[in-house]
């Protein structure tokens, strides 16, 4: 995070999301903590009284009593606490793991294009999301967090209460000893007190440690779960065993990796050891002057045997309930740290957004006017685009060309809105485009990028994107992008899944198999703007060629961009715009931009072509 942050802040927003996701998950846990550290008084107490009675009267009678009672109360206790831990298990992990991860997935599907490609974003991205496999949730351990807390709080709070009487006494002269004197008592509760701070400071510094040696594991993490999901992703299968990659990986992962981890590890586990080695030492010294002073005090007959049993056991219970406060102190400050990274997440702000809905113009004859647009990506200072201007009539369907790194892919990702931060004004329909509804807007086009996706699911929702379909009209996507007949043979047809990742029974695609799924996918939408960016780039000469052919069919009259290296493919288009150094540096007819020898089309055209000869 560039800050550092607010931990009352978070500690208490992190209470409002608990109750938000589930509303019963702490008072019960609370209601538990309670029942908890209420379970040793009632043993505490009934001890004392039993001890006081046998060391008195005796009575058989009264004996029973404490003892049938204390039975009673602790099985109370004990079922009731049981309840209420089975409850909150319940109301608590599945509900605030399953809550907490679509919460932050839904705020990702919906986040600016734009910060999905930021440096910033995306490593806090990555940090949530590794933090969150080591916890499960972070609300669930927040609240379990907060219930340990209070139950050292509560368990503190009443072996406080119990022992007011001994404090009282204490500070009161009772004889001529120092033992009977205020000072004796005072000394011993000063040591406990510097006991307790030195804990405290102790316990904060161990935190404070842990944590920078977990983020520096979580860094290390990220290339070391790289290396996991390539090794165990059988489609990289080949590969590693054509090229033995598998010593590759081993020396860089094994060796390299994994040293620097054991070394985090080492060093993380040496100091927290040496830390919790010296507080058990500081807390057996505490134990020590407990033991010391109550006894002292009951040599000295300052208070009845039975109430140093109550006594001893309440003070030994007030240094485990601080002992408890220390370490969820700890706790919450290594969670709320993390469950910043959450809050970053869910607090990301989009570019302001259009209100104007698509349906008041006239998608049907679009026309796209970039005027003197000029855009760098976040972090770059080189302009993928500078000063560019082009204009793109109704149903028109153009070509772009241009070697790597020309712009070609910036000006696909500005016209659909991916960026917002650009210098210049892009007008669709003679309006700006930044007046339009973002999500409404990107209903006008249907897209093939050059990373497009495929997901193991069935072919029906790989094509429709999900919910109910027209299976008639996917057979004809199908077919126009060549893939017809190869579904039709699929024992199970459209709801076939595709790759084995959900389903044993998926099919294996080729590169290019999944590129015209990519297609038909476009197809589907029926869009009236339409957009190819590298189609061809995996299909074998004979379906390129296929695809050239019916290109005008498969587009029909709607407006179509189409981005190709390959300027053979081009000469289809009615005009041709030539990319260079991001900037429109020719635009016309293949006929026209050829006759120029010097030009930029000219050099790429006759250095393809050489090869065709």
């Known amino acids: 995070m560039s800050k550092k942050p607010n931990l009352f802040k978070l500690f208490f927003r992190s209470i409002k999301e608990v109750f938000i996701i589930s509303p019963l998950s702490l008072p019960l846990q609370i209601l538990n903590a309670v029942l908890r550290s209420a379970k040793p008084f009632v043993n505490i107490i009934f001890t004392a009284k039993i001890v006081g009675e046998l060391l008195g009267a ?76 080591g916890i499960g949730s972070h609300f669930g351990y927040f609240s379990w967090a907060v219930s340990n807390m209070f139950f050292g709080l509560t368990s503190f709070g009443v072996a406080l209460s119990v022992l007011i009487p001994l404090f009282t006494v204490s500070f009161q002269s009772t004889g001529d000893s120092f033992i009977e004197s205020p000072s004796f008592a005072l000394l011993v509760f000063g040591v406990m007190a510097l006991l307790i701070v030195g804990v405290f400071f102790l316990n904060k510094r161990t935190q404070k440690m842990y944590f920078n040696l977990k983020d520096q594991y979580l860094n290390l993490s990220k290339i070391f779960e790289y290396y996991l999901e390539t090794v165990t992703d059988y489609k990289n299968g080949k590969e590693i065993r054509i090229f033995g990659e598998q010593n590759l990986i081993e020396k860089d992962a094994s060796h390299h990796l994994i040293e620097k981890g054991v070394k985090i590890r080492k060093k993380t586990a040496t100091t927290t050891g040496l830390n919790t080695s010296v507080i058990a030492v500081i807390g057996a010294i505490a134990g020590f002057a407990v033991y010391a002073f109550i006894g002292l005090k009951g040599l000295v007959k300052t208070f009845p045997v039975e109430d140093i049993v109550m006594y001893t056991g309440s003070f030994l219970i007030i240094v485990s309930g601080l002992t408890e406060i220390f370490t969820q102190i700890g706790a919450f400050v290594e969670i709320l740290q993390t469950v910043g990274y959450y809050f970053d997440i869910i607090d990301t702000e989009n570019q302001r957004a259009g209100e104007m809905k698509t349906e008041s113009v006239d998608t049907e004859n679009l026309t796209v006017e970039f005027q003197n647009v000029s855009f760098k990506y976040p972090g770059s200072e080189a302009y993928a685009l500078k000063n560019f201007s082009i204009k793109i009539n109704p149903k028109e369907h153009l070509a772009i060309v241009g070697q790597n790194g020309s712009g070609k892919t910036t ?27 973002t999500d409404d807007y990107r209903k006008i086009f ?168």
């Open 58 to 133: 005796g009575d058989v009678g009264t004996l029973v009593n404490y003892v049938i009672s204390a039975v009673i109360l602790n099985l109370a206790i004990g079922i009731a606490s049981s309840i209420t831990s089975t409850l909150s298990e319940i109301t608590t992990y599945p509900k605030m793991y399953l809550a907490e991860k679509n919460k932050a997935a839904m705020k990702l599907f919906s986040v600016d294009y734009e910060k999905l490609e930021d440096k910033k974003f995306d490593e806090k991205t990555r940090k949530y999301k590794e933090s969150l496999n």
């Open 411 to 437: 000006f696909i990702k500005l016209l659909t809105k991916m960026y917002d931060d650009y210098e210049g004004e892009i007008f669709v329909n003679g309006i700006n485009m930044r007046e339009y509804d």
């Open 446 to 613: 249907a897209v093939v990028f050059q990373d497009y996706k495929i997901f193991s699911f069935k072919i029906s929702d790989n094509i429709t994107c999900g919910g109910e379909y027209d299976e008639k009209k996917i057979f004809e996507c199908m077919d126009a992008a060549g893939l017809g007949a190869r579904v039709s043979r699929l024992p199970h047809g459209i709801d076939t899944y595709l790759y084995k990742d959900c389903n044993d029974d998926g099919v294996e695609i080729s590169g290019g198999e999944s590129q015209k799924f990519a297609l038909a996918r476009a197809l589907y939408k029926d869009a009236p703007f339409i957009i190819l960016d590298e189609p061809t780039a995996s299909l074998d000469p004979v379906a390129e060629y296929e695809l050239y052919s019916k290109f005008n069919g498969l587009v029909g009259d709607k407006t179509a961009v189409y981005i190709s290296h390959r300027l053979s493919s081009c000469r289809f288009c009615e005009k041709i715009a030539v990319f260079e150094k991001g900037a429109l540096v020719q635009y016309g007819k293949h006929e026209d931009l050829i006759k120029d020898e010097k030009s930029k089309y000219f050099e790429l055209w006759t250095a393809q072509a050489r090869y065709y000869v």
